[in-house]
C-alpha cells in the first residue's frame, strides 16, 4: 500500500476530515470522524499506520501479525500500529481501517450519530 491508497481511502468514508494536530510530530497526517481520531501516520516516512483496535481482540491480532505492534504514542490497550513492510494484503489493512474508523464513531453521542448520518 502507498500513502495515497492510504490518505484516499481514509478521505472516502462519511464526514472524515484531516489534519497535523500535533506541534511536536507536525509530519503526522491525523484523519478524524467528528473530531475523533482513527488513523495517523507520518506523511514523510510512511513506514506505519496507527489504527484504533478493539481491546478484546488486540492481542491475539498481535500474536498472528507480527506488523501489527504495539504504538509509539497512543494507548496500546486501544491502538495498534501497522507497520507498512509489505507483509499483509491491503484488503486486510483496509478491513482494519474499516474497524478503526466504526470504533471511533461507536464513541460519538447518539445525537451527533443521527446528526452526521453515521
Known amino acids: 500500500m502507498d500513502i495515497e491508497s492510504f490518505h484516499d481511502y481514509c478521505l472516502a468514508k462519511k464526514e472524515v476530515n484531516a489534519g497535523f494536530p500535533f506541534a511536536n510530530l507536525p509530519k503526522v497526517l491525523v484523519f478524524k470522524v467528528a473530531g475523533k481520531m482513527f488513523a495517523a501516520t507520518d506523511i514523510n516516512l510512511f513506514s506505519s499506520i496507527s489504527i484504533r483496535c478493539n481491546p478484546e481482540t488486540i492481542d491475539e ?3 498472528r501479525y507480527p506488523a501489527l505492534q504495539e504504538p509509539s504514542y497512543f494507548s496500546k490497550r486501544h ?3 501497522i ?3 509489505n507483509s499483509l494484503q491491503n484488503q486486510l489493512i483496509f478491513k482494519w481501517i474499516d474497524e478503526s474508523y466504526e470504533l471511533a464513531v461507536s464513541k460519538l453521542t447518539r445525537k451527533m450519530k443521527a446528526e452526521l448520518g453515521l
Open 61 to 63: 491480532l498481535r500474536a
Open 79 to 81: 491502538w495498534s500500529r
Open 83 to 85: 507497520v507498512m513492510d
